[in-house]
């Protein structure tokens, strides 16, 4: 590699390069650390921990009844569910078994659902119970042949495990009737793989571990495969990047849904090669019992999103939380904003270093220096083995300080998605990834993200484009026509706005609404509507989206 100006600004310790190839797989990775931390405590939820030794055999079980069934290496199976003990279990016997993993939000609706699956060709999915109603509606549509059900409290042991589980289903109701038959209890799956043998599956760093499911740059919903090579090369990247982190003495938390590669990659991979104990929080929307878990924790890592750290700020509780052990927190998935930066610091004494990533590059490209030296209102500074530049429409670099669309090539970055030849194509200039983000690279080699190229709205770190939106909101009987945008929110970085002409005159907001609450998943939704005589049109009839935005800005 040649000596980029980002170098000098590398905390002490972090090398400049990582070897991709120092691990065949994911498993062997895995493997190695279980081993390692056998008796150390891997990840802790609702009170109930489990072991790294109990990981590797709970994971082992699992690919040994995975294989049981017939499902062989490049078999793709869907994990539907939140943070719980099942989650990380799930990944690695998934992955030993040499299956794909297809992460899905288990808030999808059986429309995004369906087409995830369908696109993927899942042979089987793991399902928390909470959402199976979901999956009964579309399944007679898809590949999936085996369907393994769990519950909330399935790992957290004896009398524990009934209570809870009688709890959510009978006493808080929180799971809907559903009826699939031949479905398997996710601890019967465990207990018929603990009889049977184990036969372990030679994987190479270019077998597909996730296909992780995104809007890529051109809004169409596709799968980024990121193989085991990829994610083991982020996995090391970030290592060095943590260079001061120590084995087995920190404590991370995990607020972050682990289906998002950025928790996924970060907090559990990442987090488990150092021996932390990864404090799984189920659902960080509830602040007050998320302010109780975080009291209980002397916590030394904390990675999120810019709306969780301010709505976590925002809290009455939140003087009652114990920073004092904090080494390190990062902020990814969505712009940090100054203000919320700078309170953390006042209330944690604790800085915020921004990084920057998607999901076709495993995901982390760049980050700020973790030694003090962050500077707010950037990405920071590309990862060790990774190299960034600003380019033109044509593939030029562009001359410093100029904008231009962020590229970026490393062993991190996917080799394209799946079975989509052409929109593969339209993301790379030879070796070089477009993000479809516009930036500017200062003299340090600090970057900078100025614009979107693409109209891509933002919600809460998670993708969103206008096509999804529009296409299925056309598809209300009282809609003429239909325009979506990103409007600024203080909540959630920005959030849905949509412009409708309407057919026929009675259809009303809460219409919109009920059907909006059907066909998409909470953080697509429309926050706001407005009724409009016509929408703005060049002159082949093309809707112009830029004329809504400078309407409301």
């Known amino acids: ?193 603990r009889s049977k043998k184990f036969t372990p599956v030679e994987l190479i760093g270019k077998d597909v571990a996730f296909l992780q499911y995104t809007g890529g740059t051109t809004g169409v919903s596709k799968g980024a495969t990121l193989t085991h090579r990829n994610i083991v090369s982020n996995i090391l990247q970030s290592k060095e990047w943590f260079v001061g982190l120590k084995e087995k003495e920190e404590v991370v938390i995990t607020a972050l849904p682990l289906y998002h590669i950025f928790a996924l990659t ?109 500077r707010i209102g950037t990405i920071g500074i590309p990862y060790p083995s990774t190299e960034m530049k600003i380019m033109d429409e044509n593939g030029n670099e562009m001359p410093l300080g100029e904008p231009g ?26 070796e070089w990834f477009k993000t479809g983000d516009i930036g500017v690279m200062d003299e340090d080699g600090f970057f900078s993200i100025v614009d979107r190229k693409k109209d891509m709205i933002l919600v809460s770190g998670f993708n969103v484009y206008p096509n999804e939106i529009e296409d299925v909101i056309s598809g209300h009987p009282k809609v003429l026509e239909v325009a979506a945008i990103g409007i600024p929110d203080v909540n959630s970085n920005e959030a849905v706005k949509v412009f409708i002409v309407k057919k026929d005159e009675s259809l009303t907001e809460q219409e919109v609404h009920d059907y909006c609450v059907e066909n998409l998943t909470g953080y697509k939704r429309p926050k706001v509507i407005e009724f409009m005589k016509e929408l703005p049109k060049s002159n082949v009839g093309k809707i112009l989206r830029k004329n809504l935005r400078e309407a409301v800005s």
């Open 1 to 193: 590699m040649a000596d980029f100006p980002w170098y000098k600004h590398y905390p002490k310790g972090v090398a400049q390069e990582i070897n991709p190839d120092q691990y065949s797989s994911l498993v062997e990775m895995l493997d190695e650390a279980s081993k390692k931390f056998s008796s150390s405590p891997a990840f802790v939820n609702m009170d109930k921990r489990i072991s790294y030794k109990e990981m590797k055999e709970k994971a082992t079980e699992l690919a040994a009844f995975f294989q049981s069934i017939g499902l062989k290496k490049g078999d793709r199976i869907v994990v539907q569910m939140p943070n719980l003990l099942q989650y990380p279990v799930i990944i690695y016997g998934a992955l030993k078994a040499g299956l794909i993993v297809v992460n899905t939000n288990p808030l999808y609706t059986p429309r995004e659902m369906e087409h995830q699956f369908k696109d993927s060709g899942a042979r089987a999915i793991i399902i928390l119970a909470n959402f199976a109603y979901n999956l009964e509606k579309i399944i007679q549509k898809t590949n999936i042949e085996t369907v393994i059900i769990t519950e909330i409290g399935d790992l957290l042991g004896g009398f524990k495990s009934m209570v809870v589980n009688f709890a959510v289903k009978k006493i808080k109701k929180m799971v809907p009737d559903y009826h699939l038959p031949g479905a398997i209890k996710f601890n019967v799956a465990l207990k018929s793989g």
């Open 266 to 374: 970060a907090n559990f991979f990442n987090m488990y090669m150092i021996g932390t104990l990864d404090v799984l929080i189920t659902n960080p929307r509830d602040m007050k019992a998320f302010i109780k878990e975080l009291k209980k924790y002397p916590f030394t890592v904390f990675l999120g999103v810019n709306t969780l750290f301010n709505g976590l700020l925002h809290q009455p509780d939140i003087s009652d939380v114990n920073f004092s052990h904090l080494k390190i927190a990062v902020a990814g998935g969505m712009a940090l904003q100054k203000p919320v930066a700078t309170l953390w610091k006042d209330k944690t004494g604790n800085s915020i270093a921004e990084g920057y990533g998607l999901s076709e590059t495993s995901p982390v490209l760049s980050c700020n220096p973790l030694n003090g030296t962050e």
């Open 405 to 430: 669309e962020i590229c970026a090539r490393g062993p991190q970055v996917m080799p394209g998605y799946w079975n989509r030849e052409d929109e593969t194509a339209k993301c790379f200039f030879g």
